[in-house]
């Protein structure tokens, strides 16, 4: 009785607790005045909550007895130990040291994979709590920075580069699976799971997408995807943290490595999204995915970025106009290879358009397809004329060849006797040859003014060279005597000067009468 009395009693508390209570009052006052300051501090707090982890290994970390031996009603609390085990992090920098508690955890990881794959029952709080702290401690980490900061992409010969194996991968790998199967096991309750695969939790998952190590991206591109599906309570948070990314990327770093596997995930989503389409959703097509294009390393992503762009117009005919429109609007000036990008994408764009929504763009369009078959490079020509190639396009441009025809019948006769390669020449004249097998009409009278155009030009030019000439022979003529004129200056000067010395010698001798 008398020690439950003194237990009910308030305890002094020791000067060292105040003074650690007065510094985190401090440091939480620092946080929630400065928004700089506290994405230091959490930086910094995660990684010596890292550090403290690799370093707080236990003096005997032994592997725990399987789940195989153990009865169910003791499986629960076997698997939280092990959750708890794991929580510890290695340094595999150093590959010599703790060889064998590393084994022990890569061991106790893949018994706990087992387990999620296998479980029958419900995870309850407690459990998924701990699932989610282990995750944390084990992928949420600063990602190693391998100063690529000046590294240009070359767009062409991307196999050639080494890519970035991170040496804790071994463990990382099965952390991610575990992940995996838990976020798609049906014994996880989205409603109470959502209480820590919250919305920290999610930043904390897009912030990895950056990692150097291309096997982290899939895992992450498939697990981000699985969370999109499995908490619908999320699905707008995710979608404005990813655009967050995209517009961090575009006008601020043009560096990120997940922008591919980012691109993927978003793929799948517009292609489930529901019809009509909202305006947020069309918004993101404008404000997002058109100037994704504008990036020198387009080319590192441009795959998926067609296939987002794709989706809309296919859900949407109406979008065709604004994303040809998009893609005239940040087409290459000076990149070849972009310029060949751009066109295999419109040539997909163009196989999902109508025609209704052909013709409200198919006069800039073309006078910019015109430009690119006149391209000394051949590879840039080649693509444009290889649009013809296309069925669906085909017909689209014989149906409005009377537009069409006018604006780029130019480009296709100069190609055919003045271009320096000859696939080039032979694509021209089969293009050439299919609007005039279609209207012979309307193809002869866009030779005559072609024609018409030439001789008017090279009026224009005989008559520019004409007035060159006549000014070369104005400024000939006036240039000799100019230097007359300077010599005849100088000599009467010259006369002037002697006669006054003269008189004035003459006046002194004479005595001034």
């Known amino acids: 009785m008398i020690k439950q009395i003194l237990n ?51 003096a005997s970390y032994e592997a725990l007895p399987s789940f195989r031996v153990v009865s169910s009603s003791e499986k629960h609390n076997l698997f939280i130990k ?153 699905r707008p948070f995710i979608r404005k943290a990813v655009n967050n990314i995209f517009y961090h990327f575009m006008f601020e770093t043009e560096k990120h490595n997940g922008i591919a596997q980012l691109l993927e995930v978003l793929g799948s989503i517009v292609n489930g999204f529901a019809l009509p389409l909202k305006d947020e959703h069309k918004l993101f097509l404008a404000h997002v995915l058109i100037p994704l294009h504008k990036p020198k390393c387009l080319s590192m992503y441009h795959q998926q970025l067609v296939y987002c762009v794709c989706q809309f117009v296919e859900k949407d005919a109406k979008l065709a106009d604004t994303v040809v429109r998009g893609l005239l609007k940040y087409w290459p000036a000076t990149s070849s290879s972009k310029e060949v990008m751009f066109l295999g994408e419109l040539e997909e764009i163009l196989e999902v358009t109508q025609a209704a929504e052909f013709e409200k763009f198919m006069a800039p369009l073309f006078s910019r397809i015109g430009q690119c078959i006149n391209s000394s490079h051949f590879q840039v020509a080649e693509r444009a004329l290889f649009l013809w190639n296309n069925e669906h396009i085909r017909n689209l441009t014989t149906q409005n060849r009377k537009v069409i025809l006018p604006i780029i019948f130019s480009p296709l006769e100069k190609n055919t006797h003045a271009h320096w390669n000859q696939a080039v020449q032979s694509l021209t004249l089969n293009v050439r040859k299919i609007f005039s097998d279609a209207d012979q009409s309307t193809f002869q009278d866009c030779l005559v003014r072609y024609q018409e155009d030439e001789t008017k030009e090279k009026e224009n030019i005989a008559k520019r060279q004409s007035t060159w000439n006549r000014l070369d022979a104005m400024a000939a003529a006036k240039t000799k005597p100019m230097v007359i004129s300077t010599s005849a200056t100088i000599t009467t000067t010259v006369a002037t000067s002697t006669t006054a010395e003269t008189t004035s010698t003459v006046k002194q001798s004479t005595g001034g009468r």
Request: aromatic share 8%.
């Open 8 to 58: 009910k009693l308030p305890r002094k508390s020791s000067s060292k607790s105040v003074h650690n209570g007065e510094r985190s009052n401090e440091l939480d006052s620092a946080v929630v005045n400065s928004t700089g300051v506290s994405d230091k501090v959490s930086k910094l707090s995660l990684t010596v909550k890292s550090k403290s982890n690799i370093d707080s290994v236990p």
């Open 82 to 234: 092990k959750l708890n085990m794991c929580c510890v992090v290695f340094d595999f920098n150093e590959p010599e040291k703790n060889v064998k508690e590393k084994d022990v955890k890569k061991q106790t990881l893949l018994e706990l994979v087992d387990y999620v794959s296998s479980v029958n029952s419900k995870f309850n709080e407690v459990t998924i709590q701990e699932i989610t702290k282990m995750v944390a401690a084990n992928l949420f980490r600063a990602l190693p920075n391998l100063n690529h900061e000046n590294k240009v992409v070359d767009l062409y010969d991307q196999e050639d580069d080494e890519f970035f194996m991170d040496p804790s991968w071994p463990h990382l790998q099965i952390v991610y699976e575990f992940l995996l199967r838990f976020v798609a096991s049906p014994e996880t309750n989205a409603k109470l799971a959502k209480r820590y695969v919250d919305h920290s939790f999610v930043l904390r998952l897009l912030d990895l997408f950056d990692s150097e190590d291309q096997r982290e991206r899939e895992y992450l591109k498939t697990i981000l995807h699985r969370i999109y599906g499995k908490f619908m309570v999320h």
